[in-house]
């Protein structure tokens, strides 16, 4: 019959395959490992370990995660931070990860998703052109404030009544 196998070596089979497939967070990494039973010391000296030797790092991975997630979806540095907190990025490490999104990036990240949004309703009244950007790039983490904003100012750029009178989110300015 085949022996027990070292809990040691399950747990680095663990995380070298959870690594190959994509980055992951420690706290991820634990997960895993507390799926499969691997007890909790094990799992922290491997960790231990996979860091000591850059395998693991959440900073890099928190990094990684800002730029990818605002560069490629157009995510809020609001959004971006949730799916860091639900990944086990703490903080800390989130909040420094996040400063390489600034409010200007953000807004001009927020402004062409608007104008994609406005192009791709072009064939619809404004209110529900509004409508629809205020929901997309609410999903994707931005203020209503500055969704409104942003789009009213496009809808004006190309000419359209950004503020109708039944308008059911007036300008607050």
Do not use: C, N
Not at 20 to 32: F, G, H, N, V
Not at 69 to 98: C, F, M, P, Q
Request: no cysteine; proline share 5%.
């Amino acid at each position: 019959m085949d022996a027990e196998p070292d809990p040691e070596s399950v747990a680095r089979a663990i995380a070298l395959r959870q690594l190959t497939s994509a980055p992951r967070s420690r706290s991820q990494l634990e997960e895993a490992m507390a799926r499969r039973d691997v007890p909790e010391d094990v799992a922290a000296r491997v960790l231990d370990r996979f860091t000591e030797v850059g395998l693991v790092d959440d900073a890099e991975y928190a990094r990684m995660l800002v730029r990818t997630r605002h560069a490629e979806r157009g995510l809020s540095r609001r959004a971006i931070a949730v799916e860091l907190r639900r990944r086990g990025i703490d903080e800390e490490t989130a909040t420094a990860a996040l400063e390489q999104v600034d409010a200007d990036d953000e807004t001009q990240a927020a402004r062409a998703l608007v104008r994609r949004k406005l192009r791709a309703t072009a064939s619809l009244d404004t209110e529900t052109r509004l409508r629809r950007v205020v929901g997309t790039l609410g999903r994707k983490g931005y203020a209503p404030s500055l969704v409104l904003r942003l789009a009213r100012e496009e809808l004006a750029a190309e000419g359209a009544d950004p503020a109708p009178d039944d308008d059911p989110w007036p300008a607050t300015e």
